[in-house]
């Protein structure tokens, strides 16, 4: 797998924001189909959100439509999550990889929310 990295995470209170952002070397985020996932202890890992990437398309799971946001800047090759009104149930390690499932995936980046 390529390597992603994640960035941007970090400890807010409920109701904040943070600012999540994924890049890589190798020219990925701007030709595949991304998306951002989450795993919180003792869970199983679950989508959050994707951009496709012909279509421009984006999903969202239905526990963060309308405080989420995926957007991608192709100068820069880089993926974002922009979350807004956290709550604790967001807390969890977020990762970013292609939706394909094996091209690139990033070591994640936690986000606590309390």
């Known amino acids: 797998d390529v390597q992603l990295v994640e960035s941007g995470g970090g400890s807010v209170q409920d109701g904040g924001s943070l600012r999540l952002s994924c890049s890589t070397a190798?020219?990925?985020?701007?030709?595949?189909?991304m998306g951002w996932f989450r795993q919180a202890p003792g869970k199983s890992r679950e989508a959050v959100a994707a951009y496709y990437r012909g279509s421009r398309d984006t999903y969202y799971d239905d526990s963060v439509k309308g405080r989420f946001t995926v957007s991608r800047d192709n100068t820069k090759d880089t993926l974002y999550l922009e979350m807004n009104s956290l709550k604790t149930e967001d807390t969890a390690v977020y990762y970013c990889?292609?939706?394909?499932?094996?091209?690139?995936r990033g070591q994640g980046t936690q986000v606590t929310v309390s």
């Open positions: 990889a292609t939706v394909d499932g094996h091209t690139a």
């Open positions: 190798g020219n990925i985020v701007s030709r595949y189909c």
